[in-house]
């Protein structure tokens, strides 16, 4: 191997320069791990904070919402506040039970009256799953990140010190000031890769519990309308 297509960089100018330099002189393969490393890092944060502060926003209004829902407030008034704007799931489950109620019982059709808190049931559960599912959306990433980034960090470990042994067998010496590269690459790389997997498998636990629990939240609040209405029904049948 010509020795003029490697140039490796002294340890003391690696010192000098920092991460910069380690990454401009470092192998291709290197820099693209590390490239991708890097990226998926945005990424992960970028989810973090999205889904983090949604939660967040999501928990807020439906505590608001509950609040007014059990003040006594008209069921009507209620829905017409919301029911061109339903800005968050709990609202939006409420409006289409509540539309779904409005039809029935307009209509004063004894049959469909008989199915109406079947066909309540069944249309908070679908509500509930939709705005679930779009909750989730881009979560599985973190997860994917996660379990991925070590393994693409450590490829790059792989390709750091193979460049280590290269440049022995290159210039037939062993001295710090030839494995150094290679070596700091590849620990470089290893340090990327824990950099972007370690937060993307702590946010995707505590943000998958925090949404199992909104779940379980629109879960009950939609069983409690169920009930509600089912008195409302009992109510409406005996007048």
């Keep these: 191997m010509d020795t003029d297509l490697l140039t490796f960089p002294s340890a ?27 990226l998926a890092s ?9 889904k983090g502060f949604r939660l967040w926003r999501l928990r807020r209004k439906a505590e608001a919402f509950e609040r007014t829902f059990w003040a006594g407030s008209s069921l009507d008034e209620l829905y017409r506040r919301f029911v061109k704007r339903p800005d968050h799931p709990m609202a939006l489950l409420f409006v289409n039970a509540m539309t779904e109620w409005r039809e029935v019982v307009r209509a004063g059709d004894p049959e469909s009256r008989k199915r109406l808190l079947e ?19 881009s979560l599985p990433w973190l997860a994917t990140i996660g ?20 440049a022995i067998a290159v210039t037939r ?39 199992d629990a909104y779940a379980a939240r629109l879960g009950a609040f939609g069983d409690e309308l169920v009930i509600l209405f089912g008195r409302e029904l009992d109510a409406l049948e005996a007048s």
């Design 12 to 38: 003391q100018g690696l010192g000098e320069t920092g991460l910069w330099q380690l990454i401009r002189s470092a192998d291709p393969v290197v820099q693209a791990v590390v490239l991708v490393l890097l």
């Design 42 to 50: 945005v990424l992960c944060w970028a989810i973090i904070f999205d």
């Design 119 to 137: 066909r309540i049931a069944r249309v908070v559960e679908v509500s509930a799953e939709r705005e679930v599912e779009a909750l989730e959306r």
């Design 147 to 166: 379990s991925v980034a070590p393994f693409v960090g450590l490829f790059g470990t792989v390709w750091g010190i193979m460049n280590s042994f290269q």
């Design 173 to 211: 010496n062993t001295t710090l000031a030839v494995v150094a590269p290679g070596i700091a690459e590849a620990l470089f790389a290893t340090a990327i890769g824990l950099l972007a997997a370690i937060p993307a498998v702590v946010a995707y636990n505590k943000l998958s519990h925090a949404l």
